[in-house]
């Protein structure tokens, strides 16, 4: 996109928000970089250049905008769509892999060397790993100067950087402002419905490329909540986070314009990789509009476009959490498999406490299961072998489901697993693993939907006809099911 200049040019002088995040415009006359969208007067085209990343921007010496703040756009969806090494590498940056691990951590966990890594980066990118986890660290540091009283040696360190001067100079650089004239500029601005009355909590806004329809995004993760974990109060869907540091409980709640989201840490270092997870479990980062026109092209799918677009796909915090809900939902009702994973909860899972709740637990990692008593599971015995054989593999590494998984080499390893059948490794793939093409023809809400609308019931055919939907099956699916009354459809009163 940013290589198209003309297109791009347009798309600043429209101050077109679809193209927030997915490329930047530097102003070669003030060194100042903007999303497309600022509100400010265009400049000339010939005082514009773009870059497709933050990180770029300010490796070639511009600093973000005051006004529009595009160091908050919504990330590019590029990451989401692709499976080869760059998009990995992207989804893995964006798990905070490289402040946790390093670059070589990076390459080894996708099968290159670190100086390939670096090159195809760079060429795609305009910045290496490096350079994009010091953007995404100073994203963090702005949010935690303006949104908490954290004294400023603590969010240096919480946000990852090495050390206080580096700290400083990055946020001088990236912001033209230094950490107490950010805090001083933020402590003016007006106090919003969704700042936080609890000490500790941290509240932001998510942004997202409109439109967002937020009934089947919701009111899935609220009808298939496990009790103690996940829970629907006042308006929000709230739950619990397994982190790197330690553990949170987050709150989300669907806006006009933004997801609103609270967010109580035990350690602030964990807040980049906190924020990651909650736009990935809402599929914030997608491009509705490219979605939508693909799918209108279908006259079948067309009036359900129409009616309600902006659908996302329901995701997850955890992929190895949801690939055990998913066995545990294999031929059961919604009702059952949370019935199933609230007693895996209460017999394994870690207590947290919850002052602003009712929520309990933590759900209990591979490890924790790996053990089981299979004659203490209340489960078909084929079912618990598929269980205790999945729950094996993820705990000793040799299922990996992280974000940097190659999804074609997951679904092969996932088909090997008794009991794994295309059913159970595709709604894997969708929501865990977030393909956005994962398809699930032998759906019973997927078939009756079609059938419905009068295309093809039976997988095979119905498999075929959505290959004109391709690579966007996993938005269809959403559509489909959409045509039925199921509790997963509708927003909780």
């Not at 200049?5 to 003030?30: M, N, P, Q, Y």
């Not at 240096?156 to 001088?172: C, L």
């Not at 736009?279 to 509009?289: K, N, S």
Request: glycine share 6%; net charge positive.
């Amino acid at each position: 996109m940013y290589t198209d200049t003309e297109r791009c040019v347009r798309a600043v002088r429209s101050k077109d928000a679809r193209f927030d995040g997915v490329f930047f415009t530097a102003v070669l006359t003030t060194r100042i970089y903007c999303r497309p969208s600022c509100p400010v007067v265009p400049p000339k085209a010939e005082n514009m250049v773009f870059h497709p990343s933050a990180a770029s921007c300010q490796r070639a010496g511009f600093r973000a905008c005051k006004r529009c703040r595009p160091d908050t756009s919504p990330g590019s969806p590029e990451w989401n769509v692709r499976a080869d090494a760059v998009a990995r590498a992207m989804r893995l940056i964006q798990d905070g892999i490289v402040d946790r691990e390093g670059v070589p951590g990076l390459a080894a966990r996708l099968g290159y060397s670190t100086r390939q890594i670096e090159r195809q980066l760079l060429a795609e990118l305009g910045a290496g790993p490096l350079a994009l986890a010091r953007a995404q660290r100073a994203r963090t540091a702005r949010l935690l100067i303006e949104t908490t009283p954290m004294p400023m040696a603590e969010i240096a360190f919480a946000a990852g950087f090495a050390s206080i001067r580096t700290f400083n100079d990055t946020v001088r650089e990236v912001f033209a402002l230094t950490p107490g004239e950010l805090r001083a500029r933020a402590t003016r601005s007006p106090v919003t419905a969704d700042t936080p009355s609890t000490p500790g909590v941290i509240a932001l806004r998510l942004p997202y490329r409109a439109p967002l329809n937020p009934s089947n995004l919701f009111g899935h993760l609220a009808a298939t909540a496990v009790p103690g974990v996940e829970e629907w109060r006042d308006g929000a869907y709230r739950r619990t986070l397994t982190l790197p540091h330690g553990h949170g409980i987050v709150s989300l709640a669907p806006r006009p314009d933004h997801i609103a989201c609270r967010l109580s840490l035990t350690d602030p270092r964990d807040l980049t990789l906190a924020i990651s997870r909650c736009r990935r479990l809402l599929d914030l980062d997608a491009d509705p509009v490219a979605v939508d026109e693909q799918l209108r092209d279908d006259p079948l799918l067309a009036p359900l476009v129409e009616r309600a677009p902006g659908r996302r796909v329901p995701r997850t915090v955890d992929a190895a959490e949801f690939a055990v809900r998913a066995v545990l939902g294999q031929q059961v009702s919604t009702a059952a498999a949370r019935t199933h994973a609230a007693r895996l909860v209460a017999a394994h899972g870690v207590p947290v406490d919850d002052p602003e709740g009712g929520l309990t637990h933590l759900f209990p990692a591979p490890e924790a299961l790996a053990g089981l008593d299979p004659e203490s599971l209340a489960l078909p015995r084929s079912r618990r072998t598929t269980l205790l054989t999945l729950v094996e593999a993820l705990a000793d590494g040799s299922l990996s489901l992280g974000p940097g998984t190659d999804w074609d080499e997951a679904r092969a390893r996932l088909h090997a697993l008794p009991g794994f059948g295309p059913w159970t490794t595709e709604v894997i793939a969708m929501r865990a693993l977030g393909d956005p093409d994962a398809f699930l023809p032998g759906d019973l809400g997927v078939r009756r939907a079609a059938e419905g609308l009068g295309l093809p019931s039976t997988p095979a055919a119905l498999t075929a006809r959505a290959a004109r939907w391709r690579p966007w099956r996993a938005y269809a699916v959403q559509y489909l099911w959409a045509t039925d009354s199921h509790p997963i459809n509708h927003l909780p009163a």
